[in-house]
């Protein structure tokens, strides 16, 4: 069949939202006219707009508060924002108060998923029922940190309950407390990983940035499926205390927006030592780094890039469009190696499974405890929390990674020490740091994932790719996604995978690809996809 013919075909099979459409330019066309907010606006925009006096922090925080009303609760009904700030207004009028303009996120709205502690009128409760009545203690580090730069915390974003880490027939974007989140590109289409809704609000320009939270897979992969910039984090960079665990191991929050820029601000912002994480020790004397210096649009000229040639071969479209990534990165002066496979793929996962289910009981019980009296103390509660609501909370799915977790033992026992000291040498060490060294590379590429799948709350998620977030996530080392492309109207990434603290690196080099091709497109609300 010829192109033409296919995308013919591909048109006549989308069932489009007209009224989405239009809404999708603003929420309304009578507002539209007179809104000063430009569509998808940067950090560096907003900033500029407002020394310019174009719009205040207030005017920002009522535009992106319609949207949420009329996108995400209506029209669509995208069902990103879990819960919209009730201080909001109040918090954007002091900003504007204050007008202290040369804070980093000064005025900037953001939305951080609900698994981040806030000690303000919002819940946290990881998208669970059994959390709604109890509060944290206080701001989680990293939300301290973007208050103090001025950010005006928006609201939260919903997630695949307890980080996707309760059953392992899991549908992506699905909790007990927020339901489905849908990918704003196909609303029948999944938003990928527990920082589902942190992807498709951003996509759909519910907010300027957001904060997701990954163990594996969960910052790229929404930000791969909504269209966006991902960014991993080193363990270590970026402070977890007051973020509901996973895995002290792997767990790291990290930004998610629509451009580099954007991403290299915010992690500027929240990378930084917290005493009551010790992952952070390792950069507790390092001065703190601008991530924005590494916006280097010519920074491919001789850089050597390896193929992770593993992660290719499942989708022949996904295939065409990272060939033309390597012949753009080879036009901007980067020397292709291919393959350069990380040698030790596939054989760090079962020690990785091991290690998480020691460390979620453990860690989730210690969390727990930090919460005030109203909800389950312990992984035990939990379990018959859900067993009691389980019409609530498991009408289509399961608790068996939960009841698999509390089977297991201490942290000290045989099985966990080995499994955690295996899987990070497998998959740092003698794994990519081996892929790197081989032919002295500075950073391995591979598409992020495949197109996003039908939501399917039978069978689950069915994820259509090659892992490529693995092998990072186990090792602890950065990954950034950035768009690629589309494929039949879903969004693509590109991921670059690096040393342990290579992101000034990685920042450099996605920035450079993302200037070389402005691959991102914003969703235009399609119903489905068939």
């Known amino acids: 069949m010829k192109p ?35 569509a998808e606006p940067s950090i560096a925009q907003v900033q500029k707009d407002f020394a310019a006096g174009r719009y205040n922090v207030r005017a920002l925080e009522r535009h992106y508060q319609a949207r949420i009303a009329t996108i995400d609760r209506g029209g669509p009904k995208v069902n990103s924002v879990i819960e919209v700030n009730p201080d909001a207004a109040k918090l954007a009028a002091a900003l504007d108060a204050s007008g202290n303009h040369s804070l980093p996120l000064f005025g900037v709205p953001v939305l951080l998923k609900d698994n981040i502690d806030t000690g303000d009128a919002m819940l946290t409760t990881a998208g669970s029922l059994a959390l709604a009545g109890s509060k944290p203690a206080g701001d989680a580090f990293i939300v301290k940190r973007m208050r103090e730069a001025g950010a005006l915390i928006l609201g939260k974003t919903n997630l695949s309950e307890w980080a996707n880490f309760r059953s ?38 519910l907010a300027v940035v957001a904060i997701g939270t990954e163990t594996d897979g969960s910052i790229v992969c929404p930000s791969s499926a909504n269209g966006l910039v991902g960014i991993k984090p080193t363990i270590g960079l970026v402070s977890r205390s007051g973020i509901v665990p996973i895995s002290v191991s792997q767990d790291t929050a990290g930004p998610m927006t629509r451009s580099v820029a954007d991403a290299a601000t915010l992690l500027t912002v929240i990378a930084g030592y917290d005493p009551n994480d010790p992952a952070t020790e390792a950069i507790k004397n390092r001065a703190p780094v601008d ?107 399961g608790q068996e990674l939960f009841l698999s977790a509390q089977a297991k033992g201490a942290l000290t026992e045989k099985e966990y020490v080995e499994a955690h000291e295996r899987g990070p040498r497998l998959a740092g060490p003698e794994g990519i740091d081996a892929a790197l060294n081989k032919d002295n590379l500075d950073v391995l590429i591979a598409p992020t994932g495949g197109p996003a799948w039908t939501t399917d709350w039978v069978n689950g998620d069915h994820f259509a790719g090659g892992a490529t977030s693995s092998a990072p996530a186990v090792a602890g080392y950065p990954h950034v996604t950035v768009p690629m492309g589309l494929v039949r109207g879903l969004p693509i990434g590109l991921s670059f995978v690096g040393a342990a603290w290579s992101e000034p690196k990685l920042i450099s080099y996605a920035y450079a690809f993302e200037q070389a091709t402005h691959l991102r497109q914003a969703p235009r609300f399609i119903a489905t996809i068939q």
């Not at 296919?6 to 489009?16: A, C, D, G, K």
């Not at 927020?178 to 996509?203: E, V």
């Not at 036009?331 to 020691?358: M, R």
Request: hydrophobic share 35%; charged share 20%; with cysteine.
């Open 291 to 397: 991530y924005r210096q590494f916006l280097d649009a010519n920074s491919l000229k001789g850089i050597r890039i390896g193929v992770m040639r593993q992660h290719m071969g499942f989708n022949a479209e996904i295939d065409a469009l990272f060939e033309h990534a390597l012949d753009v990165l080879r036009a901007h002066g980067a020397v292709i190696v291919d393959p350069a496979n990380v040698p030790t793929q596939g054989k760090f996962e079962e020690d990785e499974q091991t290690a998480l289910l020691y460390e979620f009981k453990d860690g989730l019980n210690r969390y727990l405890a930090t919460r005030s009296p109203g909800s389950p103390r312990t992984l035990a509660d939990l379990i018959t929390f859900n067993t009691t609501e389980k019409d609530r909370e498991m009408p289509n799915f």
């Open 168 to 205: 392992t027939h899991s549908s992506s974007g699905w909790s007990g407390r927020g339901g489905q989140t849908h990918n704003p590109y196909a609303l029948n289409r999944n938003p990928c990983g527990s920082s589902s809704g942190s992807g498709a609000s951003i996509a759909a320009d």
């Open 4 to 38: 033409t013919e296919t995308r013919s075909r591909l048109h006549r099979s989308l069932t489009i939202t007209v009224s989405a459409i239009t809404l999708a330019a603003g929420v309304g066309a009578a507002q539209a006219a007179h809104d000063p907010v430009p």
